[in-house]
């Protein structure tokens, strides 16, 4: 995750959720776990917490989601890489839920135009009758 910068409160919710604001042992008491779990999930690519320019870890609402969800798939029997592995299956799907989301948009949007293309044609074909109606 990139360094987002604060802006008095203007920006939008995931703006807000990607700000890293909490340290190490506040985001690892927030999700019940320990400072060692946090830093061993970052080196195994789990999550990336924002990093001061002095280095120190600030992790954001996401990245507390992310550790909630960490715990739970362990919770249900997962190793680490299969943690892995869900989080980017689920990445994956929400973009292509997000994806399919625009598509469906889209199709709409092409129904509508077709729809009026073709009343167009109809009228052009019967020498501009019912234009205007």
Same mark, same amino acid.
């Given at each position: 995750?990139?360094?987002?910068?604060?802006?008095?409160?203007?920006?939008?919710?995931?703006?807000?959720? %990607?700000?890293?604001?909490?340290?190490?042992?506040?985001?690892? #008491? /927030?999700? +019940?776990? +320990?400072?060692?779990?946090?830093? /061993?999930?970052?080196?195994? +690519? !789990?999550?990336?917490?924002?990093?001061?320019?002095?280095?120190?870890? $600030?992790?954001?609402?996401?990245? !507390?989601?992310?550790?909630?969800?960490? +715990?739970?798939?362990?919770? #249900?029997?997962?190793?680490?890489?299969?943690?892995? !592995?869900? /989080? #980017?299956?689920? %990445?994956?799907?929400?973009?292509?839920? #997000?994806?399919?989301?625009?598509?469906?948009?889209?199709?709409?949007? /092409?129904? %509508?135009?077709?729809?009026?293309?073709?009343?167009?044609?109809?009228?052009? $074909?019967?020498?501009?009758?019912?234009?205007?109606?």
């Amino acid at each position: 995750m990139g360094a987002a910068a604060s802006d008095g409160g203007s920006g939008s919710t995931d703006d807000r959720d %990607a700000l890293g604001v909490y340290a190490i042992s506040v985001a690892a #008491e /927030l999700v +019940g776990t +320990g400072q060692q779990n946090l830093r /061993l999930y970052e080196r195994k +690519g !789990l999550l990336t917490p924002e990093r001061t320019d002095g280095g120190t870890r $600030r992790y954001s609402e996401r990245n !507390l989601a992310t550790l909630r969800r960490i +715990g739970v798939l362990l919770d #249900e029997g997962l190793n680490l890489a299969g943690v892995k !592995l869900v /989080l #980017e299956l689920e %990445a994956a799907n929400r973009g292509l839920t #997000e994806d399919n989301h625009g598509l469906t948009q889209d199709t709409r949007e /092409l129904r %509508a135009d077709n729809k009026g293309l073709r009343k167009d044609l109809k009228a052009a $074909r019967n020498g501009g009758a019912g234009t205007g109606s």
